[in-house]
Nanobody, 128 residues
Framework: QVQLVESGGGLVQAGGSLRLSCTAS????????VGWFRQVPGNEREFVAA????????YYADSVQGRLTISRDNAKNTGYLQMNSLKPEDTAVYYC?????????????????????WGQGTQVTVSS
C-alpha cells in the first residue's frame, strides 16, 4: 500500500506563492496519475489538478488554471503543486492523490474521481 506525505503548506499573503510536495513510499508511482485536491471544512473535497504518468498531460480545475502548476519527478517518486498568485479563497487543506489503477488518466481523476489513495493533507492559508 502506498503512503503519501505532503509538505510545503503554510501561511502566505494574497499574491504570494507556495510549493507543495507529495512524496510516495511503498509503491512506485511512475505508472500512476498523480493529482491534488483541496477541502474546506463543511465542503466536499474538490479537484485541483492532475498529471499523467509521464507528465505529458495535465488537467486543471477552472478556478486554478493559470495560477497553479502540477508537475512530477518520477525518479524521486514525488509530485508537486506550484501555487502562484494565491487568493484567500485558495485557503484549504490540500491532499495529494495517486490513482489506484494504471489506466486512470488525468482527466479521469478530475471528472470521474475513480479509486484514489490519499495523503494526510497539508494546510494552506492565504491571508488578505
Amino acid at each position: 500500500q502506498v503512503q503519501l506525505v505532503e509538505s510545503g503548506g503554510g501561511l502566505v499573503q494574497a499574491g504570494g506563492s507556495l510549493r507543495l510536495s507529495c512524496t510516495a513510499s511503498g509503491r512506485t508511482i511512475s505508472d500512476y496519475t498523480v493529482g491534488w485536491f483541496r477541502q474546506v471544512p463543511g465542503n466536499e473535497r474538490e479537484f485541483v489538478a492532475a498529471i499523467s504518468r509521464s507528465g505529458s498531460s495535465t488537467y486543471y480545475a477552472d478556478s486554478v488554471q493559470g495560477r497553479l502548476t502540477i508537475s512530477r519527478d518520477n525518479a524521486k517518486n514525488t509530485g508537486y503543486l506550484q501555487m502562484n498568485s494565491l487568493k484567500p479563497e485558495d485557503t484549504a487543506v490540500y491532499y495529494c492523490a495517486v490513482a489506484q489503477s494504471r489506466w486512470t488518466t488525468a482527466q479521469d481523476m478530475g471528472v470521474r474521481r475513480p479509486g484514489i489513495d490519499w495523503g494526510q493533507g497539508t494546510q494552506v492559508t492565504v491571508s488578505s
